[in-house]
């Protein structure tokens, strides 16, 4: 599979030379890929590429037991947002792992999945969900728009990772205007419902990308459009989910009862049909929310009932639209995150709370910054603006007014005549940012 030898460098499906693209016929990738095991393809071709499991699940956003699991998992069900990041990542031909062509049906979740689980990459539904065709053969022509467009979003959000928001959203933008320019002359209920789910993605991404910027207003605006579009999507999960993270966003704005209020209404969409890996999502939602609004109590209750949710849920990957896994380490860093707004150190500060930071470097940076929060609140002023000056730099790597910003929130916690020097250091970074 390599180009050793050949003087080619492997590059990714669509630019790679003929002289690699003959090697995706190896026969053990073939074999595999033929009998629905695209694990055992993304093993190959990870090995092939010298890289670790770990290393590969640092890049699409898994735990290395996680890449395991998914690469021991067999010809089973598998979620298809997380084979395409893993086949972006690696440069394998999407139809290698049953996400193009002729897609096995059975192997890859078929059309029910590109219904109710493929369209959105990186929020949260579940099987309840009805199929709107139940197979590739049977799908109308939008359906094939909206994979495309779907796909489209997803490189996007990946580029997030490793790319300053401000070069992503004029381009996000205007992949916007081209879904909702097909939604307008799609045909039939089916497509529509297709296109609405991927527009909803779509704005719920330009949201991500101006809340980084520190464009509160413009993100509240786009998270609203997710919500109004996952409605017309006709998934009251979807609808569920976006109105979840709307909630998110306002209960990191500072918002607490407003985010308080849009997560409840995210249950009621749901009613009892929620699914538990929902339950535990809303309830950590619910614990920003408190903390936002100063109430440690009520935040230390959710977070309690969070986590036991949480550990309950099986290893198995979470359902569309989650595309990764939300489990008790998930909980424990929004526990530190809910701490550092309520200056609680304990909540914060522990020998491997560090290691918590995963995920891109934006989002390390992010909870690198509440870490430093409950160092200050608990009188530890050097490695607090130690860590903080670190989170900084990224954010002024990435051009992220949200970190900048959340810096300067960390800042002005410390209030002194004579600040040390790691503080006035601090001091002169962050002296005539503006983003």
């Known amino acids: 599979m390599s180009c050793a030898g050949t003087g080619r460098r492997t590059v990714p499906w669509g630019l790679v030379t003929w002289g690699c693209a003959v090697k995706w016929q190896a026969t053990a990738v073939r074999e595999a890929s033929r009998s629905g095991d695209y694990g055992k393809v993304i093993e190959l071709v990870r090995q092939d590429r010298r890289m670790t499991q770990a290393q590969l699940g640092g890049a699409i956003g898994l735990s290395q037991s996680?890449?395991?699991?998914?690469?021991?998992?067999?010809?089973?069900?598998?979620?298809?947002?997380?084979?395409?990041?893993?086949?972006?990542?690696?440069?394998?031909?999407?139809?290698?792992?049953?996400?193009?062509?002729?897609?096995?049906?059975?192997?890859?979740?078929g059309d029910d999945d590109v219904d109710r689980r493929q369209f959105l990459g990186g929020v949260a539904a579940t099987a309840a969900t009805p199929a709107l065709a139940a197979s590739p053969a049977k799908a109308g022509p939008g359906s094939g728009q909206a994979a495309a467009l779907r796909l489209s979003t997803s490189a996007y959000r990946r580029l997030d990772g490793s790319t300053p928001s401000r070069d992503l959203s004029e381009a996000v933008k205007s992949h916007m205007r081209l879904i909702q320019s097909i939604t307008g002359t799609a045909m039939g209920d089916g497509d529509r419902n297709r296109l609405a789910a991927v527009g909803s993605e779509a704005a719920s991404l330009a949201g991500w990308l101006a809340w980084d910027m520190g464009d509160h207003g413009s993100a509240r605006a786009w998270y609203g459009s997710?919500?109004?579009?996952?409605?017309?999507?006709?998934?009251?999960?979807?609808?569920?989910?976006?109105?979840?993270?709307?909630?998110?966003?306002?209960?990191?704005?500072?918002?607490?009862?407003?985010?308080?209020n849009l997560a409840r209404r995210a249950r009621r969409v749901l009613g009892d049909r929620r699914p538990q890996v929902a339950e535990a999502w809303l309830l950590a939602v619910e614990a920003l929310a408190h903390a936002a609004d100063g109430d440690h109590r009520s935040a230390d209750g959710a977070l309690t009932a969070s986590r036991a949710a949480a550990e309950a849920l099986p290893e198995d990957p979470p359902p569309w639209p989650w595309?990764?896994?939300?489990?008790?380490?998930?909980?424990?860093?929004?526990?530190?995150?809910?701490?550092?707004?309520?200056?609680l150190a304990d909540w914060v500060l522990s020998d491997d709370v560090e290691a918590l930071a995963t995920g891109h470097a934006k989002q390390r940076a992010l909870l690198v910054l509440d870490i430093a929060a409950g160092h200050l609140a608990g009188g530890r002023v050097e490695s607090a603006f130690a860590l903080a000056r670190r989170a900084l730099d990224t954010g002024l790597t990435y051009k992220s007014g949200r970190i900048v910003e959340r810096a300067r929130v960390v800042r002005r916690t410390l209030t002194t005549s004579a600040p040390p020097k790691v503080v006035r250091d601090f001091d002169e970074r962050l002296h005539g940012v503006y983003l």
């Open 66 to 109: 996680a890449v395991s699991r998914l690469e021991k998992r067999g010809a089973r069900t598998y979620s298809t947002d997380v084979l395409a990041a893993a086949s972006a990542h690696l440069g394998i031909p999407p139809a290698l792992v049953g996400l193009a062509g002729s897609r096995p049906q059975g192997h890859v979740n």
């Open 323 to 343: 595309v990764f896994a939300f489990g008790p380490e998930k909980v424990t860093a929004c526990r530190v995150t809910c701490g550092a707004q309520l200056g």
């Open 226 to 260: 997710a919500v109004k579009a996952a409605r017309s999507s006709g998934d009251p999960l979807l609808a569920a989910y976006q109105t979840g993270s709307l909630a998110q966003f306002e209960a990191h704005a500072g918002n607490g009862p407003e985010a308080l």
